[in-house]
């Protein structure tokens, strides 16, 4: 009962706030016919999608871009996914088998798709195992407790030490967190890295590209273009493509 009254009364301000609702409603009740039952106790009231332009997160459109085709141009046996978008380990899929891990396991069921339990301090695989892996906008959260995680400062370096343990040699780690001009926490969400940062906690590892994601507007920039346009940047995307040697 207290969930209809909620969402009653968020309906109703809606409504209240986007008096073009009203009038669009009256002009299509007036054109309507019997194909459709319409009544104006089912409105659900969409106010911000009138634009002009289709709107997106640069973050994640872009990034499971970028690893998407790293994938196809890596073509691997079968890919590891730490706990990124579901979305990337779901389309990629249809070509390549996907093995997600998260330690919050999604109950999604298709083919070439499995999905089970991981904890990224602790990952369930042997030394030098996985030939092809990702972890991407995962790693800044770890340790803050937004997931119900434990509170750990160093959680992320523990989780990166994981990462790198279970990389086979000529191994392939697509890798992804924010990046800016300055290392900073915005508690609880996350963590905002530098790319000196990355490069030095992967230094055992070849970086075999940088991409990056600014944060405002524009398609992704890569190489000197991209370490240039970072010193500028608050919250951009990192993308970083890492051999192991």
């Not at 659900?44 to 634009?51: E, H, L, V």
Request: proline share 3%; net charge positive; with cysteine.
């Amino acid at each position: 009962m207290k969930k209809t009254i909620k969402k009653t009364i968020k309906k109703t301000i809606k409504i209240v706030l986007s008096p073009f609702i009203l009038k669009d409603f009256f002009l299509f009740n007036k054109k309507s016919n019997d194909r459709f039952q319409l009544s104006f106790y089912d409105f659900y009231p969409c106010i911000t999608d009138k634009t002009t332009e289709t709107n997106f997160d640069r973050h994640y459109i872009y990034h499971t871009s970028w690893a998407a085709r790293k994938l196809k141009e890596i073509n691997p046996e079968y890919h590891v996914d730490i706990s990124s978008s579901l979305f990337f380990s779901s389309i990629t899929s249809a070509f390549i088998p996907i093995k997600f891990f998260d330690y919050r396991p999604a109950d999604l069921i298709l083919n070439n798709f499995e999905s089970k339990y991981a904890d990224l301090l602790n990952l369930p695989f042997e030394d030098n195992s996985i030939n092809s892996l990702s972890c991407m906008h995962v790693l800044e959260h770890i340790g803050l407790g937004r997931y119900g995680d434990d509170i750990d400062y160093d959680g992320d370096l523990k989780a990166i030490a994981e990462l790198k343990r279970v990389l086979s040699k000529n191994g392939n780690l697509l890798f992804v967190v924010p990046v800016g001009s300055k290392a900073k926490i915005e508690f609880n969400a996350h963590r905002i890295y530098t790319f000196d940062l990355i490069k030095e906690y992967f230094s055992d590892l070849i970086l075999k590209e940088f991409a990056l994601i600014p944060e405002n507007s524009g398609g992704m920039v890569f190489g000197d273009v991209a370490l240039a346009k970072i010193k500028k940047e608050n919250h951009a995307c990192g993308c970083f493509w890492f051999i192991k040697k």
